[in-house]
């Protein structure tokens, strides 16, 4: 079997990643990158002189010898180019957050299953060692019932000009909630605050109510003194945290916990702590993106579904949506519709 025919669109911050991943990947051959910037092009010219290079999208998009195309612009081109791309017949890889509302998500999927199409998202942390572990962890009933997940994902910058916090870093950590949990979230609280003058919130912190005893917690910033990627897991077993900063123990589990008991008076709960040992599991080290090509190019030629398929992407974009309807009102909660 031939190997199949990518194009990329968009050398911005992330489009490089992928270039190099998909380059090396067994099973695609990257012909044709666009990017509206001609200067990003010409690193593509001299190390990659086999490739086509185009400051048009369509040119790519129109290719009838391209199966299948990359998607990494910014999310306001999400829709139009995807839309596009399923349309000419491509299968579609695409930068979180899949698109900008629920509604052009939901246009996307259709579209992608009347032309039997992959529409994936890349969810690029579902694909590292560290999540798939915490999964494991949890599938096996290692951590018990989750109650809470609290996440902190702050730093100084990138500033977007299209979108809000929210929408540029919460999108890693509720994948990776909905990855790992099958509870859907119910409704939301968020607040955020913009210092730009330009009504894009730059700080915002986010809650998600569900039917059952769990909440969880995000707080994003660009406005940090220091970089943060840490998220939380306490179940009524064993307790998860995972710190993406540390360069190898980036998994800890914790044999930390509580019980309690109510007396007959209400008013008084007698709770038993416990702090056991601390378990630091190994990880594989594989490069999360080479896991995202591979999932992609497998659900082309085997028709697997992607870990992170465009469902995933659309419940991600429900909880975004919801969330920015709450910021704008306040904090007022806003419920999530699920068709």
């Not at 666009?34 to 086509?52: H, T, V």
């Not at 997940?149 to 909630?177: C, E």
């Not at 991600?316 to 306040?330: C, F, M, W």
């Amino acid at each position: 079997m031939n190997d199949l025919k990518f194009g990329l669109i968009g050398l911005g911050y992330w489009g490089p990643n992928l270039v190099r991943n998909f380059i090396s990947t067994k099973r695609c051959d990257l012909v044709a990158i666009s990017d509206l910037q001609a200067s990003r092009l010409e690193n593509i010219k001299i190390n990659y002189p086999g490739i086509s290079t185009y400051t048009n999208a369509d040119d790519i998009i129109k290719n009838k010898d391209i199966e299948a195309i990359i998607i990494a612009t910014p999310v306001f081109s999400h829709f139009q180019l995807a839309k596009a791309a399923l349309e000419n017949g491509k299968h579609v890889l695409i930068e979180k957050p899949i698109a900008s509302s629920v509604h052009e998500a939901e246009i996307l999927i259709e579209l992608a299953l009347q032309k039997n199409k992959t529409l994936m998202v890349d969810h690029t942390f579902l694909y590292t060692g560290a999540v798939r572990k915490i999964k494991e962890l949890v599938d096996n009933g290692t951590i018990g019932k989750i109650k809470y997940i609290d996440s902190t994902r702050i730093n100084l910058g990138l500033f977007q000009p299209d979108i809000n916090v929210l929408w540029d870093l919460a999108p890693h950590d509720i994948a990776i909630l909905n990855f790992i949990t099958k509870e859907k979230p119910m409704a939301v609280h968020a607040i955020g605050i913009c210092h730009t003058g330009n009504g894009i919130e730059n700080i915002a912190y986010l809650t998600l109510k569900y039917e059952e005893d769990m909440i969880a917690h995000f707080n994003c910033s660009w406005t940090s003194p220091v970089k943060i990627r840490k998220f939380l897991i306490g179940g009524d077993k064993k307790m998860i945290v995972y710190d993406d900063m540390e360069p190898t123990e980036k998994v800890k589990l914790y044999d930390t916990g509580y019980d309690h008991k109510s007396e007959e008076d209400k008013r008084r709960v007698l709770v038993d702590y416990r702090t056991g040992d601390i378990f630091v599991p190994k990880l594989s080290t594989t490069e999360a993106l080479i896991g995202v090509a591979n999932d992609f190019i497998d659900s082309i030629t085997k028709q697997t579904i992607p870990v992170s398929d465009a469902n995933l992407g659309l419940n991600v974009v429900r909880v975004l949506e919801a969330a920015q309807k709450s910021i704008k009102q306040q904090g007022k909660e806003i419920l999530i519709k699920y068709s």
